[in-house]
């Protein structure tokens, strides 16, 4: 028997919860609620979901003070996390992509989008199929397809989800430009909405947390105008040249 996949959604708005709820239902996840911060907080470090739906604007604990926390947390710094909210202001948005949240979806919305959310953020965080499973290695950066792990020499690096998925597509084709459309469909698998900014961002969480100097790129490099290009055997051969 198939156990089914379990989904937390976390907004204080019953309304909006019956729905989404009712749509993951039918898509055939087990679906979990709470309607406050602490309670959802609660329910994650008791028996952690794989999934979470989370309101930015709850009445006790904010969504970015748990995506904070979450990601703080060893045990449920992998938790993917789907932001549901209702500002349009973009600099909301990109804080909590910065904290770590693995998407996000505005208000009002699309239930059944919420779903295909949903459904691409569970593949990308389990082990689905994909062009490789052998171990990558660029320079002294190392992932590990089937335990997902990322390693800079000794040190680990805990990633997202979409981090992690993203620095995958970038590995697996070295030198390769990825304009920032081609490497949304290939890395994450579907249409994204303010694609420019949210990549971005993403970009920006992953040179923090594997370059030397995420202010000056080795691994991740910017091609303006175009996209984004994982550096290859060659450019640290250059590197090591004119040292």
Request: aromatic content about 6%.
């Amino acid at each position: 028997m198939t156990t089914k996949q379990r989904v937390l959604v976390v907004d204080d708005d019953r309304e909006i919860v019956r729905l989404v709820s009712g749509y993951l239902e039918q898509a055939g996840y087990e679906v979990l609620v709470a309607y406050d911060g602490k309670t959802a907080m609660q329910m994650v470090r008791g028996e952690p979901p794989d999934l979470l739906i989370l309101d930015l604007m709850l009445p006790d604990l904010d969504g970015w003070d748990i995506t904070r926390t979450i990601r703080g947390d060893e045990l449920l710094a992998q938790l993917p996390i789907l932001m549901l909210t209702a500002r349009v202001d973009d600099v909301d948005k990109i804080l909590g992509l910065e904290l770590g949240a693995d998407d996000y979806v505005t208000k009002p919305f699309n239930p059944r989008e919420v779903v295909a959310r949903v459904r691409a953020l569970l593949r990308r965080s389990g082990s689905g199929p994909r062009s490789t499973s052998a171990m990558l290695q660029v320079n002294t950066l190392q992932l590990d397809p089937r335990r997902r792990e990322v390693r800079v020499g000794d040190e680990p690096v805990e990633l997202t989800p979409t981090e992690f998925d993203l620095l995958r597509t970038l590995m697996e084709s070295p030198g390769y430009v990825f304009t920032r459309d081609e490497l949304i469909e290939k890395g994450l698998g579907y249409a994204y909405s303010g694609i420019g900014r949210t990549l971005d961002t993403h970009i920006k969480n992953l040179r923090y947390k594997i370059e030397p100097d995420p202010r000056e790129p080795s691994y991740i490099q910017t091609v303006y105008g175009v996209g984004y290009r994982m550096a290859d055997a060659t450019d640290f051969a250059a590197d090591e040249s004119h040292e």
